[in-house]
T-cell receptor
Framework: NAGVTQTPKFRVLKTGQSMTLLCAQDMNHEYMYWYRQDPGMGLRLIHYSVGEGTTAKGEVPDGYNVSRLKKQNFLLGLESAAPSQTSVYFC???????????FGSGTRLTVV | ELKVEQNPLFLSMQEGKNYTIYCNYSTTSDRLYWYRQDPGKSLESLFV?????AVKQEGRLMASLDTKARLSTLHITAAVHDLSATYFCAVEKDYKLSFGAGTTVTVRA
């Protein structure tokens, strides 16, 4: 049982490049989330999804887009990367009833 | 907007002594979580607190929740080196988590 798998684990982008981060979960969770973690700021919610085909904005959505075409996958896209998007990105998932979130291992993204 | 404040942000502990981390939040919540994060790693769930007066203990860690004061505490008893990590509280509202900034704990001999 893999839980929540994030790919890639590390990436270096040049300013203006685009990329997609993939989050896959095998627990049949309804809810999925993308967070970014920056020093001294904890984790901040970027976007989330409450079910297949649905997405919603979180606290810091600007510069990111997401899609959830399949229940098990949640994609985070950066259309034109900026140095301010240098961060560690965590995906998480949970059942509709909450009571526990499973986090992925993170993606460390550097934009130069 | 739900705000979560943790203090202190940095905590240097001496082995064998007791310490407390505080987590205040600004609005009513559904649940409160405590997580541990080691450098370069993901978040490890420590406790989930569901209701007012809830207290949970695991080893040297004990977490409590006072929903009326909107305050949770994480108490560390007789600190040991293995407890060095960053600890986050997170408040759940409408199935979304809002995190505190984290408390970086270093335990020294």
């Amino acid at each position: 049982n893999a839980g929540v798998t994030q790919t890639p684990k590390f990436r270096v982008l040049k300013t203006g490049q685009s990329m997609t981060l993939l989050c896959a979960q095998d627990m049949n969770h309804e809810y999925m989330y993308w967070y970014r973690q920056d020093p001294g700021m904890g984790l901040r919610l970027i976007h989330y999804s409450v079910g297949e085909g649905t997405t919603a904005k979180g606290e810091v959505p600007d510069g990111y887009n997401v899609s959830r075409l399949k229940k098990q996958n949640f994609l985070l896209g950066l259309e034109s990367a900026a140095p301010s998007q240098t961060s560690v990105y965590f995906c998480a998932s949970s059942y509709r009833t909450g009571l526990g979130y499973t986090f992925g291992s993170g993606t460390r993204l550097t934009v130069v | 907007e739900l705000k979560v404040e943790q203090n202190p942000l940095f905590l240097s502990m001496q082995e064998g002594k007791n310490y407390t981390i505080y987590c205040n939040y600004s609005t009513t919540s559904d649940r409160l979580y405590w997580y541990r994060q080691d450098p370069g790693k993901s978040l490890e769930s420590l406790f989930v607190l569901l209701s007012n007066g809830a207290v949970k203990q695991e080893g040297r860690l004990m977490a409590s929740l006072d929903t009326k004061a909107r305050l949770s505490t994480l108490h560390i008893t007789a600190a040991v080196h293995d407890l060095s990590a960053t600890y986050f509280c997170a408040v759940e509202k409408d199935y979304k988590l809002s995190f505190g900034a984290g408390t970086t704990v270093t335990v020294r001999a």
